[in-house]
């Protein structure tokens, strides 16, 4: 039973992540990459302004008359107070940071099942198995980090700012970008 757990341990995704930068240089360890990769995905799910069919739940009304607002997502302009070409180019990195994780996550699936059957069967991970899902971690690691640096050049010293504190004060939220009622236009 301690080999299964120790086996599990070995395959969960922020443990591997932990794990893997001990190995990295003092000044990159500093980056939270758990909070970078939740945030590129957030961004290259969110469409600017669309709605998101959902009310506010029960007992939370918002407006006077009593009727429930749509919600809307936030534009990454405002939501970040941002530019229009900034918002562009987050989302364009966010976008393929998230295609290039996901190829890497369908190709852990088979492995992270491999291992796993060999921890039911109380058997030694398979080596080979073992290297690739190491050497896949090692990839996605190094995959945020090159996208973290990208977006670092894109926006420059003077903007970047930005984004580490809009992450800074976000990554406890549970959401980026919560939805919030939409503001009527007259």
Do not use: W
Not at 126 to 134: G, N, T, V, W
Not at 136 to 141: A, D, E, F, G
């Amino acid at each position: 039973m301690s080999h299964l757990r120790s086996v599990f341990l070995y395959l969960a995704p922020s443990c591997c992540l932990a794990l893997l930068g001990q190995d990295l240089p003092l000044s990159q360890r500093s980056i939270d990459l758990p909070t970078y990769e939740s945030f590129f995905l957030a961004v290259s799910q969110l469409a600017p302004g669309r709605e998101m069919g959902r009310t506010v739940g029960p007992g939370q009304r918002i407006s006077l008359n009593a009727t429930m607002p749509k919600l809307v997502q936030p534009g990454l302009e405002d939501a970040l107070g941002i530019t229009f070409e900034e918002a562009r180019t987050l989302r364009s990195i966010a976008v393929d940071y998230e295609a290039k994780d996901r190829a890497i996550h369908e190709a852990q699936r088979p492995l992270v099942l491999e291992l796993r059957f060999a921890a039911i069967a109380e058997e030694a991970p398979p080596r080979a198995a073992s290297r690739l899902y190491d050497q896949l971690n090692r990839q996605r690691t190094q995959l945020a980090l090159d996208h973290i640096q990208e977006l670092k050049t894109a926006f420059g010293a003077a903007r970047f700012p930005l984004i580490e504190n809009f992450l800074s004060a976000r990554k406890n939220s549970g959401s980026f970008f919560p939805a919030v009622p939409r503001v009527a236009v007259n």
